[in-house]
C-alpha cells in the first residue's frame, strides 16, 4: 500500500529524539526520505553529539527506510543553507520541512537574563525563519510546491509561568506562519504548525507530566504527518494542537467590539472603563 509521503524528501529538525524523532520514523514509514537533524546537544542547548541524530537514522534503515543524518545548527544562515543543501546532495529535492528543533532555558521574567533570552529565541525563532528561507527557495525553483510544518507552542498561545522567553519566541512562530502561509499560497506551498503537548525531554520533570504516560510524544507525530501529506489539500495558517487523544485548534479572535454611541468621537480612559465588558466580550 502507498505511503503519504512517497517519494518526497523531508527534513525534520531537533529529529534525534522526542517528537522530532517519532516525526521521522512514522514520516519514513509512510515512504518519506528523510534528514533527522540534531546537534545533539543538552536541553539548554549546550554540547553536541553525533550519537542522537545517526541512532534514528540508523533505526529508520534498520526498519527499510531512507535517511541520512545532518548535525547543522539551525540558528545560523549558514546551518540552515547547509542543512538544505544536505537533503539536496542527498535526495534531490526538499518536499517537507518540519522546523521542531527547540531548547529550554526557564527563569522568570525578572531573572531572566539577555543570554538565555537570545539562545532560545535564536532557535526556535530565528531557526524557523532562516530553515524555512532555505528550504523554501528550494521548494520555489523545483516549481511544484511544498508543505512547512512549523511548531508553536501552548506557552506561546497563552502564556506560562517561567517561560517569558519560549514563549516570547513561540508566539513569533505563530506570527512567522500567519504571515508565510499568506505569502506562500501563490507558490502552492502551504504552511502550518503545531502546538504539541507530550512528555519529553523537555518536558519530562514539568508537574503536568509527572502523573501521566497518556501524553506521549507518539501522539503528536500523525498530525505532522497529516500537514506534511496531499490530505491536508490547500489548508494553510493553522495551528493544529494535540494532547494525547485530544486535537482541536488555536484561532486568535476578535471580538465584535462596540462602538461609540456618537460614532465620529473619538473614545475617552473614562468611556473605555465604562464599556470594557462590551468591549472585549466575545
Not at 97 to 111: E, Y
Not at 160 to 169: I, R
Amino acid at each position: 500500500m502507498a505511503g503519504l509521503l512517497d517519494g518526497k524528501a523531508a527534513i525534520i529538525t531537533g529529529a534525534g529524539g522526542g517528537i522530532g524523532r517519532e516525526h521521522a520514523l512514522l514520516f519514513a514509514r509512510e515512504g518519506a526520505r528523510v534528514v533527522v537533524n540534531d546537534m545533539g546537544g543538552a536541553r539548554d542547548g549546550s554540547g553536541a553529539a553525533d550519537a542522537p541524530a545517526k541512532k534514528v537514522v540508523d533505526e529508520i534503515r534498520a526498519a527499510g527506510g531512507t535517511a541520512v543524518a545532518s548535525f547543522h545548527d539551525v540558528s545560523t544562515a549558514e546551518g540552515a543553507a547547509g542543512l538544505v543543501k544536505a537533503a539536496v546532495d542527498a535526495f534531490g529535492r526538499v518536499d517537507v520541512l518540519v522546523n521542531n528543533a527547540g531548547i529550554l532555558r526557564d527563569k522568570t521574567f525578572l531573572k531572566m537574563d539577555e543570554a538565555m533570552w537570545d539562545a532560545v529565541v535564536a532557535v526556535h525563532l530565528k531557526g524557523s525563519f532562516l530553515v524555512s528561507q532555505a528550504a523554501v527557495k528550494q521548494m520555489i525553483a523545483q516549481g511544484d510546491g511544498g508543505r512547512v510544518v512549523n511548531t508553536t507552542s501552548v506557552s506561546g498561545m497563552l502564556g506560562n509561568f517561567g517561560q517569558t522567553n519560549y514563549s516570547a519566541a513561540k508566539a513569533g512562530v505563530y506570527g512567522l506562519t500567519r504571515t508565510m502561509s499568506i505569502e506562500l499560497q501563490k507558490h502552492k506551498i502551504t504552511v502550518n504548525a503545531l502546538a504539541p503537548i507530550a512528555k519529553t525531554r523537555m518536558t519530562e520533570d514539568l508537574p503536568m507530566f509527572q502523573s501521566t504516560s497518556s501524553l506521549g510524544p507518539e501522539h503528536i507525530a500523525p498530525a505532522a504527518l497529516f500537514l506534511a501529506s496531499d490530505l491536508c489539500g490547500e489548508r494553510t495558517g493553522h495551528v493544529l494542537a494535540v494532547a494525547g487523544a485530544r486535537m482541536y485548534a488555536f484561532k486568535v479572535v476578535e471580538t465584535p467590539g462596540k462602538f461609540k454611541d456618537d460614532a465620529m468621537g473619538v473614545w475617552t480612559p473614562q468611556e473605555i472603563a465604562e464599556h470594557w465588558d462590551a468591549i472585549v466580550k466575545v
